[in-house]
């Protein structure tokens, strides 16, 4: 089975810190993915990657960044967290090509205070 | 414009019954792709089903049927004989483009099932 594992699962942080949520996979896959989840809005695509270094902007990449320096691991960094960054954070996923499914972690939980 | 709606926020269905989720899409691309996840209270996202818009025939796994009508635009998700386990969240989302490359899926807003004993 696919694990894709984030660091934490609840997470309480204050505002103008700099945050660190960690993704790892382990089934060799070349996509990953960093979603939010917030009620009534579904997920949206904030950035993902197709390769080792590589990273694209998704719908809402501002006040994030991305580092992906191994093929296992997907980073997603808030420069200077703010209070709307309050919300779940949901990692993903899967092997090249359009038919694949993606798989998630269980999410990590983020409060800016 | 929304790429994927889902117009019911809610639904609710009597144990051992059938249940439609609706979804519709918007594209103007020829090839993509449909997918559902299923979201328990626990919070992890849990893949369902796909349906290719060039397959023929309408994905089925287990319980799970995909009612898929393309001059609609619509991939439905059908799930019969209903078990408590199934409340849950339900997405329906959808990757644009060709099979080849990256395949970033847009979202729905997601439909809470909630199955009564």
């Known amino acids: 089975d696919v694990k894709v594992t984030q660091s934490s699962r609840y997470l309480v942080k204050r505002t103008g810190e700099k945050v660190f949520l960690e993704c790892v996979q382990d089934?060799?896959?070349?996509?990953m993915f960093w979603y939010r989840q917030d009620p009534g809005l579904g997920l949206r695509l904030i950035y993902f990657?197709?390769?080792?270094?590589?990273?694209e902007k998704g719908d809402i990449p501002e006040g994030y960044s991305v580092s992906r320096e191994k093929k296992e691991r997907f980073s997603l960094i808030l420069e200077s967290a703010s209070t709307n960054q309050t919300s779940m954070y949901l990692c993903?996923?899967?092997?090249?090509?359009?038919?694949?499914?993606?798989?998630f972690g269980d999410g990590t939980r983020l409060s800016i205070l | 414009a929304q790429k994927i709606t889902q117009t019911q926020p809610g639904m609710f269905v009597q144990e051992k019954e059938a249940v439609t989720l609706d979804c519709t899409y918007d594209?103007?691309?020829?090839?993509?792709?449909l997918f559902w996840y299923k979201q328990p209270s626990s919070g992890e996202m849990i893949f369902l089903i796909y349906?290719?818009?060039?397959?023929?025939q309408n994905a089925t796994e287990g319980r799970y049927s995909l009612n898929f009508q393309k001059a609609r635009k619509s991939a439905n998700l059908v799930i019969s004989a209903s078990q408590l386990g199934d409340s849950a969240m339900y997405f329906c989302?959808?990757?644009?483009?060709?099979?080849?490359?990256?395949?970033?899926?847009?979202f729905g807003t997601g439909t809470r099932l909630t199955v009564i004993p």
């Open positions: 349906q290719g818009s060039y397959d023929e």
């Open positions: 990657s197709y390769d080792v270094k590589m990273k």
């Open positions: 989302a959808m990757r644009e483009g060709g099979q080849t490359g990256a395949n970033n899926l847009f």
């Open positions: 993903a996923s899967s092997l090249f090509g359009g038919n694949q499914p993606q798989h």
């Open positions: 089934m060799d896959h070349e996509n």
């Open positions: 594209t103007s691309d020829q090839s993509y792709g």
